[in-house]
């Protein structure tokens, strides 16, 4: 297989992605961002994926350090950033967002999940 074919971490975005179907699933639509992110932790916890929640990002100016941070919603086996939403639509704004926390953590896979549509819709995204 050609290397530029394989996909980055792809056991550990199957977990993941799963996790977030059972919340889906289970929530449905129509709550707020914070409930998805809790079930999730406990989904997490359940299925035994490692994560971290409401990680402080450093940003970086000029090679020196900023006094604002950014906050990932999760980052998942030390290197998966998941970014919840829970929108009717995904604002480009929002991959862009998690692009800008893959750049300042050189982190190579972020997943952007959304729990605001009747179907889950998530989007691997790559730095």
Same mark, same amino acid.
């Given at each position: 297989?050609?290397?530029t074919?394989k ?21 449905g ?19 035994? #994926?490692? =994560?971290?929640? !409401? %990680? *402080?990002?450093? &940003? ?5 350090? $900023? ?8 980052v ?7 970014e ?7 604002? #480009?704004? =929002?991959?862009? !967002? %998690? *692009?800008?926390? &893959? ?5 190579? $896979?972020g997943?952007l ?15």
């Amino acid at each position: 297989m050609d290397t530029t074919d394989k996909i980055i971490y792809k056991e550990e975005s199957y977990a993941i992605i799963g996790a977030c179907m059972k919340v889906h699933r289970i929530l449905g639509v129509g709550f707020l961002e914070a409930v998805y992110e809790e079930a999730l932790g406990r989904e997490f916890h359940i299925l035994k #994926i490692p =994560f971290k929640r !409401q %990680l *402080k990002l450093n &940003l970086y100016y000029d090679g020196q350090k $900023l006094k604002k941070q950014y906050r990932a919603d999760f980052v998942c086996y030390d290197r998966i950033i998941v970014e919840i939403k829970a929108v009717a639509q995904m604002p #480009i704004i =929002f991959h862009s !967002q %998690l *692009k800008n926390y &893959l750049k300042c953590t050189k982190l190579e $896979l972020g997943i952007l999940v959304n729990f605001g549509t009747a179907s889950l819709t998530y989007k691997r995204v790559i730095n």
